[in-house]
């Protein structure tokens, strides 16, 4: 049997997720009443279930996020929620909390999101007996680990293809709470790693002024699709909940005709995992929407900088270099890319970002907003793209039809069409019409064909139509329209009927958990999900982070990003070009925000502790 792959896409809500269909996803991800992890993006459950409606169309699965962590007053009303969006036909949960699978649940499937720590093959094969039908990965592993993952268990595994990057481990920051009680396990993250800091060594010296030395690029590996899948992959991710309409559909577009391109080609082992095709009405294109520049993070293993320091919001699509200021005017290389309206950044001989507004692109000339001081040969990016915005963000930019054949014959009382979909679906319908030999007895069947293609803004194409008729009848047009668009009313109550919604029943297990004792980064927040460890062997159980948390000494991030390295001053990787060592500890500081640096290099790590924390510095 080929193995499907699909596209995953994020739905801030139901027209972004109506969107991401139309463009070509597989499956949609969006957050239902209550417990997401994006709390500015929740969903009624009427929304939910308009979504379903259209996506199962498609035959594309819809995925509701409850990844938060949950409290022990908020169990049963998270047990309620599960069935209401059981009863209108969502595919699956994406879940964080393990007192979730000791709920009293419906056969709903449950897919581990990456926010449980997905990052070792043996906790990943203890979900996987304890009923998890998929895990979404971390976005820190290699393609070594992944492989090793994948023989380990087979659960379906679910990886992170584009969008921007935790750079914490997920699930595991806790800046957020202990700056403000913001909790990121409980959808409020304050992104205090997009902010400024201040690098200062163990002697008391500033190293580095006002950078965004926590800030990284934004994700991408569409081009390791075929390693991914070979390692194990079977649906690949697009990060964003809370992004536009014009990002979803090009993220969406381009992955699409990616993922085409590699199924086509392997068209005996892979097969896509929903209906239809998709056509386009611009190129997309990574860069044209909101991007930080793009890294493949930790996929091939550790070997280049990855961090975004000059600022964390959108660097955009590079354009050229600025030749020279002319009167009150700009001379950029490809300049003639450029509209009015865009927006523009480069960054200042203070390594800090600034932006203008294009008032005026003429002749590769750009007559900004407000005339800025720009030295020569600095690199000029566009940030708003306004004739790429505006083309992608009409409803037709993105059109998904299904495949039909129509055949067209006679019956006893009159006349049949029958409508076979790509995917075996038959819609048949009848018209009890008198039976009349055209004019000069000749046929008209090609003008019942033209007729019979007009889709419209139905979801079909008529890819093949046969007409067979004993004699050539005549029949007005409008009783041909009359039958097509019954025909495909039909065949889509027929498609939705017949959907296949896969369920699973969770039961409980005792099967043991890879460790005997866990700490606060498990995020065990109730007494219910203590209860599933204990069950499971599990001896010595750390409250969550938001329950026990000690002011001015806790860890709040571990990260696989290390601010050593990118000052190249990693004695592993930059052993002959160290030079001076690092005085320790390393501070990073933002107003009153201070915190220690620890690193620790066997496993190649980072830890970021408060100001107040004390631990014993390792010899590198």
Same mark, same amino acid.
């Given at each position: 049997?080929?193995?499907?792959?699909?596209?995953?896409?994020?739905?801030?809500?139901? !027209?972004?997720?109506?969107?991401?269909?139309?463009? $070509?996803?597989?499956?949609?991800?969006?957050?239902?009443?209550?417990?997401?992890?994006?709390?500015?993006?929740?969903?009624?459950?009427?929304?939910?279930?308009?979504?379903?409606?259209?996506?199962?169309?498609?035959?594309?699965?819809?995925?509701?996020?409850?990844?938060?962590?949950?409290?022990?007053?908020?169990?049963? *009303?998270? +047990?309620? =929620?599960?069935?209401?969006?059981?009863?209108?036909?969502?595919?699956?949960?994406?879940?964080?909390?393990?007192?979730?699978? %000791?709920?009293?649940?419906?056969?709903?499937? #449950?897919?581990?999101?990456?926010?449980?720590?997905? +990052?070792?093959?043996?906790?990943?094969?203890?979900?996987?007996?304890?009923?998890?039908?998929?895990?979404?990965?971390?976005?820190? #592993?290699?393609?070594?680990?992944?492989?090793?993952?994948?023989?380990?268990?087979?659960?379906?595994?679910?990886?992170?293809? *584009?969008?921007?990057?935790?750079?914490?481990?997920?699930?595991?920051?806790?800046?957020?709470?202990?700056?403000?009680?913001?909790?990121?396990?409980?959808?409020?993250?304050?992104?205090?790693? +997009?902010?400024?800091?201040?690098?200062?060594?163990?002697? $008391?010296? *500033?190293?580095?002024?006002?950078?965004?030395?926590?800030?990284?690029?934004?994700?991408?590996?569409?081009?390791?699709?075929?390693?991914?899948?070979?390692?194990?992959?079977?649906?690949?991710?697009?990060? $964003?909940?809370?992004?536009?309409?014009?990002?979803?559909?090009?993220?969406?577009? &381009?992955?699409?005709?990616?993922?085409? *391109?590699? #199924? /086509?080609?392997?068209?005996?082992?892979?097969?896509?995992?929903?209906?239809?095709?998709?056509?386009?009405?611009?190129?997309?294109?990574?860069?044209?929407?909101?991007?930080?520049?793009?890294?493949?993070?930790?996929?091939?293993?550790?070997?280049?900088?990855?961090?975004?320091?000059?600022?964390?919001?959108?660097?955009?699509?590079?354009?050229?270099?600025?030749?020279?200021?002319?009167?009150?005017?700009?001379?950029?290389?490809?300049?003639?890319?450029?509209?009015?309206?865009?927006?523009?950044?480069?960054?200042?001989?203070?390594?800090?970002?600034? $932006?203008?507004?294009?008032?005026?692109?003429?002749?590769?000339?750009?007559?900004?907003?407000?005339?800025?001081?720009?030295?020569?040969?600095?690199?000029?990016?566009?940030?708003?793209?306004?004739?790429?915005?505006?083309?992608?963000?009409? %409803?037709?930019?993105?059109? +998904?039809?299904?495949?039909?054949?129509?055949?067209?014959?006679?019956?006893?009382?009159? &006349?049949?069409?029958?409508?076979?979909?790509?995917?075996?679906?038959?819609?048949?319908?009848?018209?009890?019409?008198?039976?009349?030999?055209?004019?000069?007895?000749?046929?008209?069947? /090609?003008? &019942?064909?033209?007729?019979?293609?007009?889709?419209?803004?139905? @979801?079909?194409?008529?890819?093949?139509?046969?007409?067979?008729?004993?004699?050539?009848w005549f029949l007005p047009i409008s009783k041909i329209n009359e039958m097509r668009r019954a025909v495909y009313e039909k065949l889509s109550e027929i498609r939705v009927v017949n959907y296949a919604r896969k369920e699973f029943q969770i039961e409980k297990t005792s099967h043991p958990y890879p460790e005997k004792k866990l700490d606060f980064t498990y995020n065990v927040s109730n007494k219910v999900a203590?209860?599933?460890?204990?069950?499971?062997?599990?001896?010595?159980?750390?409250?969550?982070?938001?329950?026990?948390?000690? @002011?001015?000494?806790?860890?709040?991030?571990?990260?696989?990003?290390?601010?050593?390295?990118?000052?190249?001053?990693?004695?592993?990787?930059?052993?002959?070009?160290?030079?001076?060592?690092?005085?320790?500890?390393?501070? !990073?500081?933002?107003? /009153?925000? /201070?915190?220690? =640096?620890?690193?620790?290099?066997? @496993?190649?790590?980072?830890?970021?502790?408060?100001?107040?924390?004390?631990?014993?510095?390792?010899?590198?």
């Open positions: 049997m080929k193995k499907k792959i699909e596209i995953l896409a994020p739905a801030k809500d139901l !027209l972004h997720g109506i969107a991401a269909i139309n463009a $070509g996803a597989d499956a949609v991800y969006i957050g239902a009443p209550q417990f997401g992890a994006r709390s500015n993006a929740h969903n009624s459950i009427e929304d939910v279930e308009a979504l379903v409606q259209y996506a199962h169309l498609y035959y594309v699965q819809v995925f509701v996020v409850i990844n938060t962590i949950l409290y022990d007053n908020e169990l049963e *009303t998270c +047990r309620q =929620l599960i069935w209401k969006l059981y009863d209108i036909g969502v595919d699956a949960l994406i879940i964080q909390d393990m007192a979730i699978l %000791e709920l009293e649940l419906p056969p709903i499937v #449950l897919h581990a999101s990456t926010q449980a720590n997905n +990052r070792d093959a043996d906790k990943i094969k203890f979900l996987a007996d304890a009923g998890i039908q998929r895990v979404v990965l971390a976005r820190e #592993l290699n393609l070594h680990q992944i492989k090793e993952i994948h023989e380990t268990t087979d659960v379906e595994l679910e990886f992170f293809v *584009t969008g921007a990057l935790c750079v914490s481990f997920s699930g595991n920051c806790y800046m957020s709470v202990a700056n403000g009680e913001r909790s990121a396990n409980r959808g409020s993250c304050a992104q205090n790693c +997009r902010l400024p800091y201040n690098l200062i060594d163990g002697h $008391g010296e *500033t190293l580095i002024k006002n950078s965004h030395l926590l800030s990284i690029k934004d994700f991408d590996v569409t081009n390791q699709i075929p390693n991914l899948i070979e390692a194990g992959i079977s649906s690949f991710k697009i990060e $964003g909940r809370l992004k536009d309409m014009v990002y979803v559909k090009n993220n969406v577009s &381009f992955l699409r005709k990616k993922l085409d *391109t590699f #199924l /086509e080609e392997n068209k005996d082992n892979y097969c896509k995992a929903s209906s239809g095709t998709c056509t386009y009405s611009f190129e997309s294109s990574l860069d044209r929407t909101f991007n930080r520049g793009y890294t493949d993070y930790f996929v091939n293993e550790r070997y280049q900088s990855i961090g975004s320091w000059e600022s964390p919001k959108s660097k955009g699509q590079y354009i050229g270099k600025l030749i020279r200021t002319v009167g009150n005017s700009y001379e950029i290389e490809n300049g003639h890319l450029l509209n009015n309206g865009d927006g523009l950044c480069f960054i200042n001989e203070h390594n800090e970002a600034e $932006g203008i507004y294009v008032n005026r692109a003429e002749n590769g000339f750009v007559y900004p907003n407000v005339l800025k001081e720009i030295k020569e040969s600095t690199f000029i990016y566009r940030n708003n793209d306004a004739a790429f915005i505006k083309l992608v963000e009409r %409803e037709d930019s993105a059109v +998904r039809k299904i495949a039909t054949s129509l055949f067209l014959t006679e019956n006893e009382n009159g &006349f049949q069409l029958t409508a076979t979909d790509e995917d075996g679906n038959v819609s048949t319908v009848t018209l009890e019409h008198a039976k009349e030999l055209t004019k000069n007895n000749e046929s008209i069947a /090609e003008n &019942f064909k033209t007729n019979l293609a007009k889709t419209g803004f139905t @979801p079909y194409t008529a890819n093949e139509i046969t007409i067979h008729f004993s004699q050539n203590r209860k599933f460890y204990e069950r499971h062997g599990v001896t010595e159980i750390e409250k969550a982070f938001e329950l026990q948390w000690d @002011p001015g000494k806790s860890r709040v991030m571990t990260t696989k990003y290390c601010i050593k390295y990118e000052l190249e001053k990693c004695p592993k990787y930059h052993k002959e070009t160290l030079g001076v060592k690092l005085k320790e500890p390393l501070v !990073l500081k933002q107003g /009153e925000l /201070e915190y220690k =640096l620890k690193f620790n290099c066997k @496993p190649c790590e980072m830890e970021i502790w408060e100001k107040d924390a004390e631990f014993e510095i390792e010899e590198d």
